[in-house]
């Protein structure tokens, strides 16, 4: 199975770290954020890795190559024009199978693979989407579950009224087919196919135990290089 890491965004909520570095390419522990979530994949066994970029598409495939250094299969898939969330996964999936790993690129974890893809294999899912439990659950989607089956998502609720402590914890396994709901061109695969999906029955939930840790803003990335264990 092959994997894309969706890594297309400006970082705009990191500047003036970004201003000259793509957030990829941001270190954490000494490493770009990008390489902790490639090298967790060929842990796992995963080696044939897709990387879906944009801003300074340049500087990170100059730093990454064809991922030998890493003993990884790199190719890429680069956003000529903005395509948001779901263009861009539209875009990489031409290079990929019936199923592959999806992967939030400025997500720092240490999540199980092969459990994510046992799961995906358990239920034949369109979606199995990774969950993360939070304490702030206000500032998420709260997954609404009916066992493993997510049911849909409550955004930013009170914690007295949220259906659950589980979010969206940014990594998956998709099938193919998923993609089709989507239009073409620019949009949004978290509210154009994640969710109408979910309202059918269609996407399952792996509840993620581990670490976690979002880097999209100045905040969260320096929470992440600070706590990450390694």
């Known amino acids: 199975m092959k994997a894309i890491i969706l890594a297309g965004g400006l970082g705009t ?5 970004t201003d000259v570095t793509p957030k990829p390419l941001l270190p954490i522990k ?14 796992h066994g995963i080696t044939d890795i897709i990387l879906a970029i944009s801003y300074h598409a ?19 898939s680069v956003e000529d024009e903005p395509l948001g969330t779901g263009g861009a996964v539209k875009q990489a999936s031409e290079q990929a199978g019936d199923d592959f790993i999806l992967i939030w690129g400025d997500n720092l974890m240490d999540i199980k693979v092969d459990e994510l893809i046992d799961q995906h294999s358990k239920y034949a899912s369109l979606v ?24 849909g998502f409550v955004e930013k ?6 259906p659950s402590n589980l979010i969206n ?29 979910a309202k059918e029955g269609k996407v399952f939930g792996y509840k993620h135990q581990g670490q976690w840790f979002p880097t999209d803003t100045l905040e969260k990335y320096r929470l992440a290089d600070k706590s990450y264990k390694i």
């Not at 914890?169 to 999906?197: R, Y």
């Open 13 to 17: 909520r990191l500047r003036p770290l």
């Open 30 to 43: 000494g490493k770009p954020t990008m390489q902790w979530a490639i090298e967790n994949l060929k842990k």
């Open 58 to 76: 340049d500087k990170i495939k100059e730093y990454f190559g064809d991922g030998s250094k890493l003993e990884v299969n790199l190719s890429y």
């Open 128 to 151: 199995t989407m990774s969950l993360t439990p939070r304490e702030d659950v206000e500032n998420f989607g709260v997954a609404s579950l009916e066992g493993d089956k997510i049911a």
């Open 157 to 162: 609720p009170r914690r007295e009224e949220a």
């Open 169 to 197: 914890a940014g990594a998956f396994v998709v099938n193919k087919q998923a993609l089709h709901i989507l239009p073409d061109g620019f949009c949004m695969i978290e509210k154009q196919c994640f969710e109408p999906l």
